[in-house]
């Protein structure tokens, strides 16, 4: 059992067309998660199928401080590579953020 104090960036995406998800997936795997990985303080990301039009990804941050500077420097730029890939396609997207504070294996 390990004690953590870890930040998680919840993302829960979501569209009417299954195709429009599978294509957040392929974009999520070779590129976005890649562009994630290389700012400062993330560490790993999981992607979770609800079902077929609904994903939810966890990014997690070594500290609510790096969370807090990717939200201030790094997100509004990486966001705006994500509207301009989806920008034709009809997508809801929820944000949340927690701590991470147990993980036991």
């Not at 390990?2 to 569209?15: D, G, I, K, P, W």
């Not at 941050?61 to 920008?87: C, E, I, M, N, W």
């Not at 034709?88 to 147990?102: A, P, V």
Request: proline residues 2%.
């Amino acid at each position: 059992m390990t004690l953590l104090a870890h930040a998680c960036y919840e993302v829960l995406v979501e569209s009417d067309q299954a195709n429009h998800i599978a294509d957040f997936i392929e974009w999520l795997r070779l590129e976005h998660g890649p562009d994630l990985l290389k700012t400062d303080g993330c560490f790993e990301y999981r992607l979770f199928r609800l079902n077929d039009c609904q994903v939810r990804v966890e990014y997690l941050f070594q500290s609510q401080d790096h969370l807090d500077h990717y939200l201030t420097v790094d997100a509004p730029r990486l966001r705006g590579k994500g509207a301009a890939f989806f920008a034709d396609r009809s997508m809801r997207i929820t944000r949340n953020q927690s701590s991470l504070l147990l993980s036991v294996r």
